[in-house]
């Protein structure tokens, strides 16, 4: 087992860390105080092309950066290309990932004609994006998933713990499974999922009666388990839910907690990362049963198939984000509305159908995306309860 832990890290590394990566990397959006990200923003001609930044990790000299940079316009301009009397003028400026060029790019961008900027990836360099931008009334659609810095005019676009958390909490609780044990890391990733859960559940109606938490090594998980156990048993919960990913932790727990005697029959498992990824983890005796959240099968893989017959391989997990800033700003220019590019429009609660399925955008600068609920079966994901296609449907 722990020879399989560690390839499992290996392999998975690959696919997640990037979006790990946004969650982690906090800093502080304070500075873009004054522009309200539900009102600001440009007034546009919608009879003329929308000028639109692209900001990506060009330039740091990373092959991971140049691999994003690439699969992130290649998506953008798929998703210009399903546009109905709309045209967008998008121009692409590398950021070299990092928050100083971030800043320098995007005031240049705002200086070429931009009226909106999609990206960048990282969170300290949207952060930055957004302080150099905002006297200028300009809006940035941000591929992070870290809502720290959201807020103002940068709205997130990656799924958040909060979106999964809660949809996974409010399934949870309509199941019967209403007492929830929370298992985490102690890493900021851990803790930002803990906080999340906490939250989700308050508002699940469902009750949390305990925490236990480890430090993020094979001896601290061992050691976990234990007080997992003991949680469990005193407080009667049946349902555990936990942060750990495939490449950090879910193997381990997922042998182990059943080895201790916390039937995953009787106490239902239920994970906020995806188990699906990579494909192997399918296979772990531990998962089957197991709840976690996903994006719209249908959705996404029409967009992966549309990807792959456009550009001959298969697109980025973080790709469709790009996709959908351009789809969200084409549906609002189509309806030829001057103010399409304000926040008040940004964040219509209709939202709109993306790469993975149906978004919107928040106030706050944080989202919503429309997940489906997903399960372990002989190896093999079953969706137990569907994407909504609509909002204010389940999970909303």
Known sequence: MFAFFKTLRKAARRVIVPLAALALAACDPAALGGLGGSTGGPRIDTSQPVPVALLVPRGSGQASDELLANNLENAARLAMRDLQGVQIDLRVYGTAGNAGTAASQAAQAVNDGAQIIIGPLYADAANAAGVAVAPQNVNVLAFSNNTSIAGGNVFV????FENIAN????????QGKDRVVVVHAQDVAGQIGRNAIQQAISRSGATLVGTVDYPLSQ??????????????????????????????????????????GINPTATQYVGITRWDLPPQTLELPGVQGGWFALPDPARSSAFQAQYQAAYGNAPHPVAGLAFDGIAAIGALAAQG????????????????QGASGIFRLRPDGTNERGLAIATVRDNKVVVIDAAPRGFGGAGF
């Open 157 to 160: 676009l990656g799924s958040t």
């Open 167 to 174: 949809r996974l909490a409010t399934y949870a609780a309509r």
């Open 219 to 260: 001896q601290g998980l061992v050691a976990a388990v234990p007080r997992v156990k003991s949680a469990v048993d005193n407080s009667a919960a049946n349902a555990v839910f936990m942060t750990a990913t495939p490449a950090a932790g879910l193997p381990l727990l997922s042998q182990l907690l059943p080895e201790a």
């Open 337 to 352: 509305n001057s103010g399409a590019l304000t926040g008040a429009a940004l964040t219509q609660g209709s939202g709109f």
